[in-house]
Nanobody
Framework: QVQLVESGGGLVQAGGSLRLSCEAS????????TAWHRQVPGKQRELVAR???????NYADSVKGRFTISRDDAKNTVYLQMNGLKPEDTAVYYC?????????WGQGTQVTVSS
């Protein structure tokens, strides 16, 4: 079993920055990738950024150049640095990991960007 705990969400003005953290615990070997998704009410959850075990990253077009995903293996933590935030970035952000063929999700953290 793998547990994912997100933190770092909050309220920020447009143009501001936040850093989300996702700490993994449990049997966390053979992680294939870790990703951040977001969801707003009434819409499908969407992929924001993903980092593979090899360090390859990919981003949604809407966040390229503004968001950066990274990880600290010593802390079992993946980060999402969000700069230049826009009101349309407002959502619940979820951490997701594919571990040995099973998908795990965190509980989510709210990010609200005011205009």
């Amino acid at each position: 079993q793998v547990q994912l705990v997100e933190s770092g969400g909050g309220l920020v003005q447009a143009g501001g920055s936040l850093r989300l953290s996702c700490e993994a615990s449990g049997t966390i070997f053979n992680i294939i990738y870790t990703a951040w998704h977001r969801q707003v009410p009434g819409k499908q959850r969407e992929l924001v950024a993903r980092i593979t075990s090899g360090g390859n990253t990919n981003y949604a077009d809407s966040v390229k150049g503004r968001f950066t995903i990274s990880r600290d293996d010593a802390k079992n933590t993946v980060y999402l640095q969000m700069n230049g935030l826009k009101p349309e970035d407002t959502a619940v952000y979820y951490c997701n990991a594919l571990v040995r063929g099973s998908n795990y999700w965190g509980q989510g953290t709210q990010v609200t960007v005011s205009s």
